[in-house]
């Protein structure tokens, strides 16, 4: 079957301009995280939702992030004002419950010029 | 903060020999933990995981050794094979929490010289 798709693949940005980075899960996962990984680290946990609602956005970097997920599948991760310190990949993953596998897709890379 | 952390940024092994990647982590609320393999372009993949009641956890050619005292889990792989080159990421969750969030260490990247 599918598994999680993410596009863009890669998004070119200038500084201070918004960005929407989508995110489609595997089929009838309920659990949708968002990560962000910088070059030489590993991903960092930005947001969990389980079905409609953000239920822990505690890895969120400041207010200029937001993500929703409006029907349960599909999820936008925005940002607005963007920076050169936003530049990273961003990571989906889904799973089909909360502590089940997490499946990752393949990230969107951002570069903010 | 880094809770879990790979020291070794690279790793580099010959074809049929032991691979051994190490992660420590300093969050005793931690009790779960796993190991994802990253090729180019890719996401993570899910490799491993062990359990806080465990101590070894055995997959094919991977074994997942925790040591909850020294806060510290090791992945080998035996044999290493030229496809295992990779970045691979330690992970962790932690008990308490009811996201599932995973916390991951900076990637260690194995070469499998043929």
């Known amino acids: 079957g599918a598994g999680v798709s993410q596009t863009p693949s890669n998004k070119v940005t200038e500084k201070g301009k918004y960005v929407e980075l989508r995110c489609d899960p595997i089929?009838?996962?309920?659990?949708l995280y968002w990560y962000r990984q910088s070059l030489g680290q590993g991903p960092e946990f930005l947001i969990y939702?389980?079905?409609?609602?953000?239920?822990?956005d505690s890895g969120l970097p400041n207010d200029r992030f937001f993500a929703v997920r409006p029907e349960g599948s599909v999820s936008t991760l925005k940002i607005q004002r963007t920076e050169r310190g936003d530049s990273a990949v961003y990571l989906c993953a889904s799973s089909l419950f909360l502590n089940n596998e997490q499946f990752f897709g393949p990230g969107t890379r951002l570069t903010v010029l | 903060d880094q809770q879990v952390k790979q020291n070794s940024p690279s790793l580099s092994v010959q074809e049929g020999r032991i691979s051994i990647l190490n992660c420590d982590y300093t969050?005793?609320?931690?009790?779960?933990f796993l190991w994802y393999k990253k090729y180019p372009a890719e996401g993570p993949t899910f490799l491993i995981s062990i359990s806080s009641i465990k101590d070894k956890n055995e997959d094919g050619r991977f074994t997942v050794f925790l040591n909850k005292s020294a806060k510290h889990l090791s992945l080998h792989i035996v044999p290493s094979q030229p496809g295992d080159s990779a970045v691979y990421f330690c992970?962790?969750?932690?008990?308490?929490?009811?996201?599932?969030?995973?916390?991951f260490g900076q990637g260690t990247t194995l070469q499998v010289k043929p």
């Open positions: 992970a962790a969750r932690s008990g308490s929490s009811n996201t599932g969030k995973l916390i």
């Open positions: 089929s009838g996962h309920t659990a």
């Open positions: 939702f389980q079905g409609t609602g953000a239920a822990d």
């Open positions: 969050n005793s609320m931690f009790d779960y």
